[in-house]
Nanobody
Framework: QVQLVETGGGLVQAGGSLRLSCAVS????????MAWVRQALGKEREFVAG???????HYADSLAGEFTISRDNAKNTVYLQLNNLKPEDTAVYYC??????????????????WGQGTQVTVSS
């Protein structure tokens, strides 16, 4: 059974940092691309960052340089380092996995597995 469990969300002041973790169980970590997708209240889900099984990273153009995705294959865990947070970064952040990201772009991927999400709230 595949499970994705996110941790690390919370309340932080603008300019602060958080590190999100996604622990993956089930036999997918070595073969699946992983990603972080966020959803703010009243808005559609938005691709944030992704990483292939080999470690190649992809980021939403609007967020380049602010966030960093990484993975630890020994721990079956993917991370998202959030720096210089802004109130508009407030959202539920979801971990997602897919065998084959969309050829048209990672933001177009139909993810196979999802975590339950972790809330990130940035105060001004």
């Amino acid at each position: 059974q595949v499970q994705l469990v996110e941790t690390g969300g919370g309340l932080v002041q603008a300019g602060g940092s958080l590190r999100l973790s996604c622990a993956v169980s089930g036999r997918i970590f070595a073969t699946h691309a992983m990603a972080w997708v966020r959803q703010a209240l009243g808005k559609e889900r938005e691709f944030v960052a992704g990483i292939s099984w080999s470690g190649i990273t992809h980021y939403a153009d609007s967020l380049a340089g602010e966030f960093t995705i990484s993975r630890d294959n020994a721990k079956n865990t993917v991370y998202l380092q959030l720096n210089n947070l802004k109130p508009e970064d407030t959202a539920v952040y979801y971990c997602a996995a897919a065998r084959f990201p969309a050829a048209t772009g990672w933001s177009q991927t139909r993810w196979d597995y999802w975590g339950q999400g972790t809330q990130v709230t940035v105060s001004s």
